[in-house]
């Protein structure tokens, strides 16, 4: 009998440790059922998402989005505390994953107008940079253009028998030649003399190098028109071809036939008929026209 | 006899206001589902269905309208209104995908043609 009480006193005194060691041993199990759920598909890509468009130009460019996104996130984290396997879980965290990529679609819109404007005003710039290039180059290549046809102008009359026969004119630089000096009566074959005199012309011309030439047989208004325009070009082709023997790059010089349409005296006297028979050598004042 | 009437009274008053809370939430969602539809109209007009990843969820969000239609046939209102939230969601991100897009490719070509007049600076 004094056993049995012995041993209803130890239980008795046990029972309130055994009862802790059981709320213990309750909690631990609990935790570790909590610790082990698993995280729904679609709030990993809610995180997912809300992070990349944090990480992204949305802080700056769409925080309402960007909070709205946040709100939209937060009740889905709430949800999964109350009811981690519930459908409306999974529900609200795809929602918020939509809310933070609208919140990335909008920087990005934001982004892309903010690119197109930068894009505009440098492309503004360039233009103007390049217009004042090119405006530099005109500029510089007239200037150069200049310099040729005086020191063409200066080499031309240099030489003592053809100062005279140097002209500036709008069209350009016109060096006239007197058709008896060059040819015989009828003739398109250059005479030796007129060889000497067109090497040295060539020379003159070596500082026209990048200026078109272009060379124009003229006649007096006697004979046949057709005749006059075919022995015309026959002389200014002769030149020409001279010339490019002689060095003229042959791809900026050019031969063309007047015959009688351009006299500079009347056909009516010997003198005046003297003075139409010309070749006429045009090196022209526009550096790229023919 | 009296404290156990007044009781009893106490639960009822506390069922009926839980009745009507679990009634008001149950309701239809007929306004969640006229924002859905509103909101795919608006994500159609500025030209999703032309913007491939818009068009995806564009068809996302009419699916799932289609799917609340169920739901709410069936008396599952509350799951619904929650699937009509995902639609809504869609059909919101299809429009700004949608209008995104444009913007994108403008900002590409000005930057494309500034590249080609530096390069053309640069020659």
């Given at each position: 009998m004094?056993?049995?009480s012995s041993r209803?006193?130890?239980?008795?005194?046990?029972?309130?440790?055994?009862s802790?060691?059981?709320?213990?041993?309750?909690?631990?199990?609990?935790g570790?059922c909590?610790s082990v759920?698993?995280?729904p598909?679609?709030l990993?890509?809610?995180?997912d998402?809300?992070?990349?468009?944090?990480?992204g130009?949305?802080a700056?460019l769409?925080p309402?989005?960007?909070?709205?996104?946040?709100q939209?996130?937060d009740?889905?984290?709430?949800?999964?505390?109350d009811?981690?396997?519930?459908?409306?879980?999974?529900?609200l965290a795809?929602v918020?994953?939509?809310?933070?990529?609208?919140?990335?679609?909008q920087?990005?819109a934001?982004?892309?107008?903010?690119?197109?404007?930068q894009?505009n005003?440098?492309?503004?710039?360039?233009?103007?940079s390049l217009?004042?290039q090119?405006?530099a180059q005109?500029a510089?290549a007239?200037?150069?253009?200049?310099?040729?046809?005086m020191q063409t102008?200066?080499?031309?009359v240099?030489m003592?028998?053809?100062?005279?026969?140097v002209?500036?004119e709008e069209?350009?630089?016109?060096i006239?030649?007197a058709?008896?000096?060059?040819?015989g009566s009828?003739k398109?074959?250059l005479?030796?003399?007129?060889?000497?005199?067109?090497?040295?012309?060539a020379?003159?011309?070596?500082h026209?190098?990048?200026?078109n030439?272009?060379v124009?047989?003229?006649?007096d208004?006697?004979?046949?028109r057709e005749?006059n325009?075919?022995l015309g070009?026959r002389?200014?082709?002769?030149?020409a071809d001279y010339?490019?023997k002689k060095?003229?790059?042959?791809?900026?010089?050019?031969?063309?036939g007047?015959g009688?349409?351009?006299p500079v005296?009347?056909n009516?006297t010997?003198e005046?008929?003297a003075?139409?028979r010309?070749v006429e050598i045009?090196v022209?004042?526009?550096g790229?026209?023919? | 006899?009296k404290m156990f009437?007044?009781?009893i009274?106490g639960?009822?008053a506390?069922?009926?206001?839980?009745c009507?809370?679990?009634?008001a939430?149950s309701?239809?969602?007929?306004?969640?589902?006229?924002?859905s539809q509103?909101?795919i109209?608006a994500?159609e007009e500025?030209?999703a269905?032309?913007?491939?990843?818009a068009?995806?969820?564009l068809?996302?969000?009419?699916?799932?309208?289609?799917?609340?239609?169920?739901?709410?046939?069936q008396?599952?209102n509350?799951?619904?209104d929650?699937?009509?939230q995902?639609a809504s969601?869609?059909a919101e991100?299809?429009?700004?995908?949608?209008r995104e897009?444009?913007?994108?490719?403008q900002?590409?070509?000005?930057?494309?043609?500034?590249q080609?007049?530096?390069?053309?600076v640069a020659?």
């Open positions: 004094l056993i049995h209803a006193a130890a239980a008795r005194r046990m029972a309130p440790q055994i802790r060691l059981g709320a213990v041993a309750a909690l631990l199990l609990a570790a909590a759920q698993p995280v598909r679609e990993v890509d809610a995180r998402a809300y992070n990349r468009a944090v990480a130009p949305g700056e769409a309402a989005q960007l909070h709205t996104a946040k939209s996130l009740r889905a984290e709430h949800e999964f505390e009811e981690p396997e519930a459908v409306e879980t999974r529900d795809y918020a994953q939509r809310k933070a990529q609208i919140a990335e679609s920087a990005g934001e982004l892309a107008k903010q690119q197109e404007v894009a005003k440098g492309l503004g710039e360039a233009k103007d217009n004042q090119t405006t005109l510089s007239k200037e150069a253009l200049a310099k040729s046809q102008r200066e080499a031309l240099k003592g028998g053809l100062k005279n026969a002209k500036q069209r350009g630089l016109v006239t030649l058709g008896n000096v060059l040819f009828g398109s074959m005479l030796p003399a007129a060889r000497r005199q067109l090497d040295e012309i020379q003159a011309l070596s026209a190098r990048d200026q030439i272009v124009e047989g003229h006649t208004a006697t004979g046949s005749i325009a075919s070009h002389r200014a082709k002769a030149v010339l490019i060095g003229i790059p042959g791809d900026k010089i050019s031969a063309v007047k009688p349409d351009a005296a009347g009516h010997a005046g008929r003075s139409n010309r045009v022209q004042a526009q790229t026209s023919k | 006899m009437s007044l009781r009274s639960i009822c506390a069922a009926g206001a839980l009507l809370a679990a009634c939430t309701a239809m969602p007929q306004e969640r589902l006229i924002a509103s909101s109209r994500a500025v030209g269905e032309k913007v491939p990843a068009a995806l969820h068809q996302l969000a009419r699916e799932q309208i289609e799917q609340a239609k169920k739901f709410m046939q008396g599952a509350e799951r619904a929650l699937v009509l995902r969601s869609d991100l299809a429009l700004a995908l949608a897009a444009p913007l994108r490719a900002a590409q070509q000005a930057i494309d043609k500034l080609a007049l530096k390069t053309k020659q």
